[in-house]
């Protein structure tokens, strides 16, 4: 939107719909610096008529603090040749400014596609006239090839693209993800922390800073707003699990829900039915859905951090260590008022409130089977061994080490001390000279196996004492 400068003439600022429109809202505007008057109308009728509809007057105080903001249902207005203008009072000052900002036409209705996802569109106009940087946008980060750069992204190894609905253009062809319009301060969000995007997934910087997904460089993952779960799941094969989530809910509001994707087959998207190979996940319970948890409560009128925990039933026949998962939270049902939207993709249009995370960690058992662990002295030095029976997925080790009784760790290695057996399950015998040693002194020494996802896992401590010498003088007769 215009800025508008007044010069002693009424001046307006007209915004062209084109498509469904149910409903628009102001931002943080418009503020008007004096106690003039600034309509907000709508024109409907043939060939652009004058038949406007003043929607709304606004008198901002004599300050450029206050802004204001509105809502507007405009669906009475739906028409191919509606307009918005924002219109300037005729007295407002020839030192008076006026900025009108952050102004969304939402549509509320979903019209079915043929594949029952609803109209691809979710745009944001005008937030051009405020000077500060101002996104207001959220999304998922997980891989998604259907992206703005038209680049093929990666969801795990040996090639398995990532299809997962994470950008909105629908242009693109793919499915349109998650996008939720945050507002300072009353947005309820998942965890406690959100970031805010612009734009797209992969378009204009983001708040934190780097996009959320980098299609060019292969590089998703990068929301810095992803807490809701904990860091570290164990996902056994057709056993049901719990996972804890912690939503914020700032103010009081209506109901929230909180779905669960999880790419249970590896595949690089959350829409398999389980029921058709090579895309069956079935458990002997009966055949799984990747949505996992759907549509869990957050009671009406919750306010503050909220603890919830979703069970669902883990599918990992391969014992992979790797897996995508989803967590949304939204004030709509999914499947419901928004239309179908199983596979973790977004209704087609930025929803009010709420947060998307995608997760992507190690969820499997630990790399490494340690049989044994061990540290003595050993000459001047102290020598720590130890033994592992399988190291699946193992990178390396790292070496860990204090004084007994002190605070901190230090490593003790330089590199990663390299896997004798990786990817393997079979295991090896590992000696590690720390001469850097005082005698008399007792340390502790944690070994930490990380695997191939940069996951650590530290296993001990164990304790030597470094051995004093004595040297004995010898003689000349
Ligand atoms: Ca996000
Ligand atoms: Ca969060
Ligand atoms: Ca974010
Ligand atoms: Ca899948």
Do not use: F, K
């Given at each position: 939107m215009e800025g508008c400068h007044n010069d002693g003439n009424s001046n307006q600022t007209v915004v062209e719909l084109v498509g469904d429109v149910d409903d628009m809202e102001t931002g943080?505007?418009?503020?008007?610096?004096?106690?003039d008057g600034v309509a907000m109308s709508n024109q409907t009728g043939g060939?652009?008529?004058?038949n406007w509809t003043q929607l709304g007057r606004f008198a901002g105080p004599?300050?450029?603090?206050?802004y204001q903001s509105a809502s507007y249902d405009i669906s009475g207005y739906m028409a191919s040749n509606t307009r918005i203008r924002f219109l300037s009072s005729s007295?407002?000052?020839?030192?008076d400014y006026l900025y009108v900002d952050n102004v969304r036409i939402v549509a509320a209705a979903v019209l079915a596609n043929d594949d029952g996802r609803g109209p691809d569109y979710c745009f944001t106009e005008g937030?051009?006239?405020?000077y500060l940087y101002d996104p207001t946008l959220e999304f998922g980060d997980a891989p998604d090839s259907t992206n703005n750069e038209s680049h093929s992204m990666a969801a795990?190894?040996?090639?398995?693209l990532g299809n997962f609905p994470?950008?909105?253009?629908?242009?693109?062809?793919?499915p349109v993800g998650m996008c939720h319009i945050l507002r300072q301060g009353t947005t309820p969000f998942l965890g406690r922390s959100v970031t805010a995007e612009n734009t797209?997934?992969?378009?204009l910087a983001d708040s934190d800073p780097l996009?959320?997904?980098?299609p060019l460089t292969d590089q998703?993952?990068?929301?810095?707003?992803?807490?809701?779960?904990?860091s570290r799941l164990i996902l056994p094969h057709c056993q049901a699990i719990q996972v804890p989530f912690t939503a914020t809910v700032p103010v009081a509001t209506g109901a929230l829900y909180v779905n669960v994707w999880v790419d249970w087959n590896r595949?690089?998207?959350?829409?398999?039915?389980?029921?058709?190979?090579?895309d069956q996940v079935v458990c002997p319970g009966g055949p799984l859905s990747e949505?996992?948890?759907?549509?869990?409560l957050i009671p009406a009128g919750t306010t503050g951090v909220y603890h919830g925990v979703a069970t669902i039933t883990s599918y990992n026949p391969t014992g992979s260590t790797q897996v995508w998962m989803r967590v949304t939270l939204t004030r709509q049902q999914v499947g419901a008022a928004d239309g179908p939207?199983?596979?973790?993709?977004?209704?087609?249009m930025c929803v009010d409130g709420g947060e998307t995370e995608d997760h992507f960690r190690?969820?499997?058992?630990?790399?490494v089977k340690l049989i044994s662990l061990a540290a003595a002295a050993h000459g001047k030095a102290i020598q720590v061994t130890w033994e592992t029976a399988s190291e699946v997925d193992n990178a390396g080790f790292n070496l860990y080490r204090r004084e007994?009784?002190?605070?901190a760790y230090a490593r003790v290695n330089g590199g990663l001390i390299p896997a004798?057996?990786?990817?393997?399950e079979q295991g090896a015998y590992y000696a590690y000279l720390d001469p850097d040693v005082t005698p008399g002194v007792a340390y502790e020494y944690l070994l930490e196996d990380v695997d191939l996802n940069g996951t650590p896992t530290s296993h001990g401590p164990v304790v030597a004492t470094a051995p004093y010498f004595i040297f004995l003088p010898l003689l000349e007769r």
């Open positions: 943080d505007a418009p503020d008007s610096s004096n106690h060939a652009r008529g004058s004599a300050t450029d603090a206050a007295s407002l000052g020839t030192r937030e051009t006239e405020d795990y190894g040996g090639g398995v994470t950008t909105i253009n629908p242009a693109l062809g793919g797209d997934a992969d378009r996009y959320n997904i980098l998703p993952n990068n929301d810095g707003g992803d807490d809701a779960i904990p595949d690089g998207d959350w829409g398999d039915p389980g029921t058709h190979a090579p949505w996992a948890a759907q549509n869990l939207r199983q596979d973790g993709s977004g209704p087609g190690d969820y499997g058992p630990t790399a007994a009784g002190r605070e004798q057996a990786p990817g393997q």
